[in-house]
């Protein structure tokens, strides 16, 4: 009989901390997989960390044969780390799990169930962010909202990473072969049948977030330049209604110079019309010039990610099957 396979995958970025409070948490769950008929592997995924996190991540394959270690030839970023692991599991389901114990390995249980239920998209969210600054809750809070209201993809708020994905929808993800990756809207895009595992995100165990204000701020533009297109028609609507402003405007000062004269004033309301109009077209020069930014990129083709390292699991048959 062939056991299902269910591949954990874990990005991480100087995590040479976490890894190691983390993986017996992790260990143990393999093993209740293993004992219910799962044939459970992990696969670390370094993404070009400076701390000792490849050294780590060696040390605890060398004691367990259900691990397998990418490491990649730089730092890639988050989507791309794990766009790079969930590449190389080429059978059976996957499940994504943050370095840092934040999204607690105990649950695996419950999104197995699902799992087994026919769902292909078992997906955690949060219910309430701990550790996490108010400043952080209001914008992502925003966030979500503002990607809802933009994105014909449905893409659930307050949803991270954490996710198990059945084999067909893993397959469909490795399909998708953009550059510019939000992976909350790919995992959006793909469908089939979704659930949500309301859950409590813990705090980091150790170490620091990777993502600054910056980072974040980025992402959510990624997010929104890669699902939607209405900044773009935003750009049309204020041009278009600009220009109506402007047209009445200039009929109302013809018609005035008509019926009074025109005696030589207006500097103010000159300059105010020019630096407004200025205005609104860089503002849509703008919008346009982060489009082609990502069109040129996209046109690039280069490769996703580069692999420096790659160490498959030793052929699993768990000890005890
Ligand atoms: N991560 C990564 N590459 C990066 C940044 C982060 O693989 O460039 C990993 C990180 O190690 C962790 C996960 O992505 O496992 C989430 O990162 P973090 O905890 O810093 O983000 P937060 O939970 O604060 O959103
Ligand atoms: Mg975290």
């Known amino acids: 009989m062939t056991?299902?396979?269910?591949?954990?995958?874990?990005?991480?970025?100087?995590?040479?901390?976490?890894?190691?409070?983390?993986?017996?948490?992790?260990?143990?769950?393999?093993?209740?997989?293993?004992r219910d008929g799962i044939d459970a592997q992990v696969l670390y995924v370094d993404d070009g960390s400076r701390d000792a996190t490849w050294q780590v991540m060696q040390h605890l394959a060398a004691a367990d044969?259900?691990?397998?270690?990418?490491?990649?030839?730089?730092?890639?970023?988050?989507?791309?780390?794990?766009?790079?692991?969930?590449?190389?599991?080429?059978?059976?389901?996957?499940?994504?799990?943050?370095?840092?114990?934040?999204?607690?390995?105990?649950?695996?249980?419950?999104?197995?169930?699902?799992?087994?239920?026919?769902?292909?998209?078992?997906h955690g969210t949060r219910m309430e962010r701990e550790g996490e600054r108010w400043l952080k809750r209001v914008t992502a809070h925003a966030f979500y909202r503002v990607i809802g209201a933009l994105s014909k993809t449905p893409i659930p708020a307050d949803t991270g990473d954490f996710r198990l994905l059945s084999a067909r929808a893993l397959h469909a993800l490795q399909q998708l072969r953009e550059r510019h990756r939000f992976m909350k809207g790919l995992f959006g895009w793909v469908g089939y049948n979704r659930i949500a595992i309301p859950y409590h995100r813990d705090p980091r165990m150790a170490g620091s977030s990777k993502f600054n204000f910056w980072r974040l701020w980025?992402?959510?533009?990624?997010?929104?330049?890669?699902?939607?297109?209405?900044?773009?028609?935003?750009?049309t609507y204020l041009g278009l209604?600009?220009?109506?402003?402007?047209?009445?405007?200039g009929?109302?000062?013809?018609?005035?110079?008509?019926?009074?004269?025109?005696?030589?004033?207006?500097?103010?309301?000159?300059?105010?019309?020019?630096?407004?109009?200025?205005?609104?077209?860089?503002?849509?020069?703008?919008?346009?010039?982060?489009?082609?930014?990502?069109?040129y990129d996209e046109s690039k083709q280069r490769p996703l990610y580069l692999v420096d390292s790659w160490q498959p699991a030793s052929p699993a048959r768990p000890a005890h099957a």
Request: hydrophobic share 55%; proline share 5%; no cysteine.
């Open 218 to 235: 980025n992402l959510a533009l990624e997010g929104i330049t890669s699902f939607s297109t209405a900044p773009l028609r935003l750009a």
């Open 3 to 34: 056991a299902e396979r269910l591949t954990i995958v874990i990005a991480a970025f100087n995590e040479a901390d976490s890894l190691p409070v983390l993986h017996p948490r992790i260990e143990a769950q393999l093993d209740a997989l293993a």
């Open 241 to 249: 209604l600009t220009a109506l402003v402007a047209f009445l405007y």
């Open 65 to 122: 044969r259900r691990i397998a270690l990418l490491r990649l030839s730089r730092n890639f970023g988050k989507e791309l780390a794990l766009t790079a692991g969930l590449d190389r599991v080429d059978e059976g389901a996957a499940l994504i799990l943050d370095a840092d114990g934040q999204d607690p390995p105990e649950l695996i249980p419950q999104f197995v169930a699902k799992w087994r239920e026919g769902y292909d998209d078992i």
């Open 251 to 295: 009929v109302a000062i013809i018609v005035k110079a008509l019926l009074w004269g025109d005696p030589v004033a207006g500097w103010p309301t000159m300059m105010s019309v020019i630096l407004f109009l200025g205005g609104v077209q860089l503002i849509a020069l703008g919008v346009i010039g982060e489009y082609l930014g990502r069109l």
